[in-house]
């Protein structure tokens, strides 16, 4: 299994910043991609950030120019900076990770339990 943990969520007023971490364990032995997604209530779970394969990066249009999503392979853990916070931006931040186990043969998809993230107005 591989398992995927949040965490740098919180209360924020608007126009502050938070750091997003996710730790990914488990014997990997190739990503694919690896991310994070966030879903508010009564709305549908969308893509925020996500780097692919060799090494691209993908930003929701919502979030272009205030998040940044960044990857420390060594530490198996992936960033996702958010600044300049907004109402908009409060939702249940999960990281998404692509990747093949040691030994088998499939890419599986692996989510986070989520992280709250709160922004007043």
């Known amino acids: 299994q591989v398992h995927v943990v949040e965490s740098g969520g919180g209360l924020v007023q608007a126009g502050g910043s938070l750091r997003l971490s996710c730790v990914s364990s488990?014997?990997?032995?190739?990503?694919?991609?690896i991310g994070w997604y966030r879903q508010a209530p009564g709305k549908q779970r969308e893509l925020v950030a996500a780097?692919?394969?060799?090494?691209?990066?993908n930003y929701a249009d919502s979030v272009k120019g205030r998040f940044t999503i960044s990857r420390n392979n060594a530490k198996n853990t992936v960033y996702l900076q958010m600044n300049n916070l907004n109402p908009d931006d409060t939702a249940v931040y999960y990281c998404?990770?692509?990747?093949?186990?040691?030994?088998?043969?499939?890419?599986?998809?692996?989510w986070g339990q989520g992280t709250q993230v709160t922004v007043s107005s």
């Open positions: 998404y990770c692509n990747a093949q186990l040691t030994f088998g043969s499939r890419y599986d998809d692996y």
């Open positions: 780097i692919i394969s060799g090494g691209n990066t």
């Open positions: 488990g014997t990997i032995s190739s990503i694919k991609t």
